[in-house]
């Protein structure tokens, strides 16, 4: 059975949306992790000496990044991945 060329063509713009919906999910996925990375790791191990210089309450900032303030960064991103998918999917959707 072969294919007619409207039947190649709409496949092909089926793909092309496929690719596209892949690139901007993946594309949000990286930036998600950069920030992942940065809260985590610089903010909760690499600058905790400068940021204990900040005070939040009684509480050194860096503690607190390491400790709370990452958590609540990690739940921030979660929502946010979650609606930004929703706009994709509905974006995407066919």
């Known amino acids: ?24 999910n993946t594309k ?6 950069i920030i992942w990375a940065l ?4 903010c909760g191990i ?6 204990n210089n900040i005070q939040i309450g009684n509480v050194p900032l860096g503690f607190w990044m390491a ?3 990452a958590i609540f960064i990690f739940v921030i991103l979660i929502f946010v991945y979650a609606i930004a998918m ?9």
Do not use: H
């Open 46 to 51: 690499l600058l905790v000496p400068l940021l």
């Open 28 to 33: 949000l996925i990286r930036n998600l992790l």
């Open 1 to 24: 059975m072969t294919l007619s060329e409207e039947e190649r063509q709409i496949a092909a713009i089926r793909r092309d949306r496929y690719r596209a919906y892949w690139r901007a």
């Open 67 to 69: 400790q709370q303030g």
């Open 86 to 94: 929703d706009k994709l999917d509905r974006k995407y959707r066919q």
């Open 39 to 42: 809260a985590s790791l610089v």
